[in-house]
């Protein structure tokens, strides 16, 4: 199984940026897949999501501003960044579980750096 993260890069303040996750070992539409960043000294924090179903849901600090979607023809996953702010400088990582009776499958990318700045 392999998630590949690219689509990281340095952009100013209010630009775009489009991150893509690559699926590979699973079928990532059976999957919630998510994008996550690094909090210092804190776990992992959940940016946006997607459920098998299509449903989403977004950290209240993106809202409005950040957009997943899936494609399931590819196998893939993006997260298309809006209005970008310093504060949104991370790497971010892809990520997809799922639970089958009783276990809870998960795995990452290695992740792709943002920055944003003047």
């Known amino acids: 199984v392999q998630l590949v993260d690219t689509g990281g890069g340095l952009v100013h303040p209010g630009g775009s940026l489009r991150l893509s996750c690559a699926a590979s070992?699973?079928?990532?539409?059976?999957?919630?897949m998510g994008w996550y960043r690094e909090i210092p000294g804190k776990q992992r924090e959940m940016v946006a999501e997607?459920?098998?179903?299509?449903?989403?849901n977004y950290a209240e600090s993106v809202k409005g501003r950040f957009t997943i979607s899936r494609n399931n023809a590819e196998n893939t996953v993006s997260l298309q960044m809006n209005s970008l702010k310093p504060e949104d400088t991370d790497v971010y990582y892809c990520?997809?579980?799922?639970?089958?009776?009783?276990?809870?499958?998960?795995?990452w990318g290695q992740g792709t750096q943002v920055t944003v700045s003047s």
């Open positions: 997607i459920t098998p179903p299509g449903n989403t």
């Open positions: 070992g699973i079928m990532a539409s059976i999957y919630v």
């Open positions: 990520h997809g579980e799922r639970r089958l009776m009783g276990t809870r499958y998960n795995y």
